[in-house]
């Protein structure tokens, strides 16, 4: 059990913590901490999962094709599938009808069955296409059974922060009581350039919208099974030009657009974006351009992202996570309600990648084919790798990782959404608050001696009623165990977290963030 204050700047308070295990098998006690002089963790060889939708020739899921008719290449080498699970192989409990899902806390009932997630797009696109995508949305709602077969999280991403209209929910009433009682989060200047007939996009919808993304692709990272974003929203403008801004500046948007899109792709998010302006004009849409069908047997239609051309727009992401964008049309409600479905029928395929140089690739390409004439596959068109399968990583310069520190976990305290890759719970204690970890969910990373040793950063957030913040703690913790120390299911690990809340605070918002993966959890408690 190790004890360490923290100060990283003036935003996070120093505290003193201690943490214990709950429910480990212990056959001794843990070992003194030796910090790696090496600065780097080991990375093992990793299981590709991809998605793959096939559609007919008019654009319909075809779900019963077995195993034998797929195949799969990376760079262009012949991989073997691993594991093979048909669309009924992700179907809801009970068929699906049943109401089962009502929070976050509900998904471990559901399995690997799919989510989705619907966001309306606030910062790029303009007020009158809001109200029209608002308009759709209520009709595709009132369009469904009572109890939706696919669990939904409703946020808006909007000009100051990312909100949660409703949790994870199958209610299709909840759910339209949310789309009627929100309030659009515009800047000003969205407004006046809307009234004066432009684009009424954010001037910083780049950033922000980049932001967002990676906001929902950390949320979503611990539930197992595919998640449908489905993005309602012209987003940033689809073809962003990098070839005017400096060396410098395009490096770095360079990389930003590359590490969203790799936390997408690791947390099996699949991106549809449905543009209510429409891209084209009526005169110029064809049966083509309307066909969903209408992609190449790769999953990209678009084609370069991989590559980073210098017109990196929003469309790029759809196509390289296997999703698309679909514009042009006043159907709105029809879109959406075609992405649901599509991202239920889906087969899941994994591998372990054969033939790789030691080397690493900025990006390997991924090929799905089926041995079927006539039939498309649309899947993601490759992953991002930074290492070699096995290799020691060298972590960032603690400079860039205390950046990377105070952005993750305050964009996820000043939200709503949950976060689930650690599975975390607060609860009053005597001197604050106790802060539970899942210890499965952890990195514990072997030290010299045989122990193992995770690090978490835990953000506490005091808010009153009307959403002020009313104060800031934050800590790094460790957790030691030694190397005959075993960790159940069921096992967590229990963090003591002093605290003292100011009067006429209504919620603390708790985030842990793992030292080693990056992956975050998120709690809510009461004062």
């Not at 489905?230 to 395009?250: C, F, P, Q, R």
């Amino acid at each position: 059990m190790l004890m360490k204050s923290f100060g990283l700047q003036r935003w996070l308070g120093s505290v003193v913590v201690c943490s214990s295990i709950c429910g480990l098998v212990q056959a001794q006690n843990p070992q003194g901490s030796q910090e790696n002089p090496q600065g780097t963790i080991s990375v093992t060889s990793r299981l590709v999962v991809l998605d793959v939708v096939v559609l007919d020739s008019h654009g319909k899921p075809v779900t019963n094709l077995d195993r034998s008719l797929f195949s799969i290449t990376e760079d262009k080498v012949p991989q073997t599938i691993r594991d093979f699970d048909p669309p009924s192989g992700h179907a809801m409990p009970a068929g699906g009808g049943a109401d089962l899902v009502h929070s976050v806390a509900d998904l471990p009932k559901i399995g690997q069955a799919p989510v989705n997630v619907l966001v309306f797009d606030e910062v790029d696109t303009s007020f009158h296409q809001l109200a029209y995508a608002r308009e759709m949305m209520e009709k595709y709602l009132k369009a469904q059974p009572a109890v939706l077969p696919v669990p939904t999280l409703f946020i808006a991403a909007g000009y100051s922060r990312v909100v949660v209209l409703h949790d994870y929910t199958q209610s299709r009433a909840d759910l339209l009581e949310s789309v009627q009682k929100h309030t659009a989060d515009l800047d000003f200047t969205q407004i006046v350039n809307t009234l004066d007939g432009g684009a009424g996009g954010s001037e910083n919808g780049l950033v922000k919208t980049l932001g967002a993304m990676l906001q929902i692709a950390q949320s979503v990272a611990g539930i197992p099974g595919r998640k449908n974003v489905i993005w309602v929203g012209t987003g940033y403008n689809k073809a962003y030009d990098l070839t005017n801004m400096s060396e410098k500046d395009h490096d770095k948007v360079v990389a930003e657009i590359k590490q969203v899109t790799d936390k997408m792709l690791q947390a099996r998010v699949t991106l549809y974006i449905i543009d209510p302006g429409g891209p084209l004009k009526a005169d110029d849409l064809t049966d083509q351009t309307l066909d969903p069908s209408n992609v190449s047997s790769s999953g990209s239609n678009l084609g370069g992202f991989g590559d980073f051309d210098d017109n990196m727009g929003m469309d790029s992401f759809a196509d390289n996570t296997g999703g698309r964008v679909i514009g042009g049309r006043n159907d709105l409600d029809a879109q959406v309600a075609q992405v649901s479905l599509e991202g239920t029928e889906y087969y899941t395929l994994s591998y372990v990648p054969t033939g790789e140089s030691d080397a690493a690739q900025a990006f390997r390409k991924i090929h799905v084919t089926v041995n079927v004439p006539g039939l498309k596959v649309v899947t993601r068109e490759g992953y991002f790798t930074s290492q070699a399968p096995v290799s020691q990583v060298a972590l960032a310069p603690k400079a860039k990782q205390a950046n990377d520190v105070k952005y993750d976990l305050m964009s996820a305290a000043r939200t709503t959404m949950p976060y689930t890759a650690l599975h975390t719970d607060a609860k009053r204690s005597k001197n604050g608050y106790a802060v539970m970890v899942n210890a499965n969910d952890l990195k514990f990373v072997e030290q010299p001696g045989g122990s193992r040793l995770a690090e978490v950063t835990i953000l506490a957030v005091c808010y009153n009623n009307k959403g002020k913040e009313t104060a800031q703690h934050a800590a790094e913790m460790r957790e030691e165990l030694a190397a005959s120390d075993v960790i159940r299911p069921d096992s967590q690990v229990s963090f003591a977290f002093p605290i003292v809340v100011p009067p006429f605070t209504e919620r603390v918002r708790f985030v842990v963030r793992d030292a080693a993966t990056g992956a975050i959890g998120s709690a809510n408690a009461n004062p």
